[in-house]
């Protein structure tokens, strides 16, 4: 596991566009290994961080190690989906907050469990549930139907090759149950032709419409975006660090759109490349801030 594997993205960036003052209420709805978190805290503020995936847990316990006695009483973590922002933030009084961070995607933690089924170039149970509810990749990929799993890898993973793939993949269950991320990863390489093979692995985008599809991540994140604006105070900042294509322009157009709200990048923000080269996932990483008008709605 690389060292750098945890780190957390774009930090500075994110902690200037937050405009953090002492004593503001805030929401990290995506905690994941607790570095944004962790940053945040040092200002000292009352921070609410979010995670749909329950073993964030240890990490929030490796964190309060840390912290002063302060810290800890003015931190909380809810494990739920951030599409439940608005309930989760009344409960806790964050109703009028003074800004929110969302860091989307997939996290290096989740990546680096095998087990968890997210990655392409580890063998693991072909799983990718952030959460427990929804259906797994396995129950997916072995039972939708051509046309529709065509659909999906190209929507969601703006793969061009759509059609081989899912092709490929209803020829290769009907001999055995897909059961791993390593069989799946097989199947893809085999669709692809000979030649076609570019700097990223065939089996990236695939990899990424399922994972996106099983944790109906778009939608959620347009949930918690309209959540996020209602909860923002007068002034307040939203920021969002996106990391792929069709994550960024649903954040880019409900900045857009939302009447609420004051667009402060015109274009989003990327990291350094003395960054991206001590944290390769930062490579995609695009980072949007917007402000809050007007007061509560």
């Given amino acids: 596991m690389s060292t750098h594997s945890h780190e957390a993205v774009m930090l500075k960036e994110s902690l200037a566009a937050l405009d953090l003052k002492t004593g503001g209420k805030y929401i990290d709805a995506t ?14 503020l009352k921070l609410l961080s979010i995670d749909q995936d329950a073993t964030v847990i240890k990490y929030e316990k490796e964190l309060r190690t840390t912290l002063s006695k302060e810290q800890n009483q003015n931190f909380w973590l809810s494990i739920t989906n951030f599409r439940g922002l608005i309930k989760t933030a009344k409960e806790l009084d964050f109703n009028q907050i003074d800004g929110i961070l969302f860091d989307l995607g997939v996290s290096s933690m989740q990546l680096d469990q095998a087990e968890r089924g997210f990655a392409f170039r580890q063998d693991g149970p072909l799983d990718m549930r952030m959460g427990s509810e929804a259906q797994s990749a396995e129950e997916i990929i072995n039972n939708l139907a051509e046309e529709k799993l065509a659909a999906l890898i190209y929507r969601y993973g703006e793969e061009r090759l759509s059609r081989r793939i899912a092709k490929a993949i209803v020829v ?13 990863s097989e199947i893809i390489v085999s669709a692809y032709p000979k030649g076609k093979y570019r700097k990223k692995h065939p089996a990236r985008q695939t990899f990424q419409a399922l994972r996106i599809y099983v944790n109906d991540e778009l939608r959620a994140l347009e949930d918690a975006l309209e959540a996020a604006s209602r909860l923002l105070d007068k002034n307040g900042k939203l920021v969002v660090i996106s990391y792929h294509s069709l994550e960024d322009r649903i954040v ?9 709200l004051k667009i402060i990048t015109k274009k989003p923000l990327t990291a350094s490349s003395e960054e991206i080269q001590q944290n390769p996932r930062a490579r995609s990483a695009k980072l949007r801030i917007a402000e809050k008008l007007g007061g509560r709605v």
């Fill in 31 to 44: 905690f994941g290994a607790g570095g944004h978190t962790r940053a945040m805290l040092e200002h000292n």
């Fill in 252 to 260: 880019k157009h409900f900045i857009k759109d939302d009447k609420e």
């Fill in 172 to 184: 290769a269950r009907q001999e055995t149950i897909i059961k791993t991320t390593s069989q799946l």
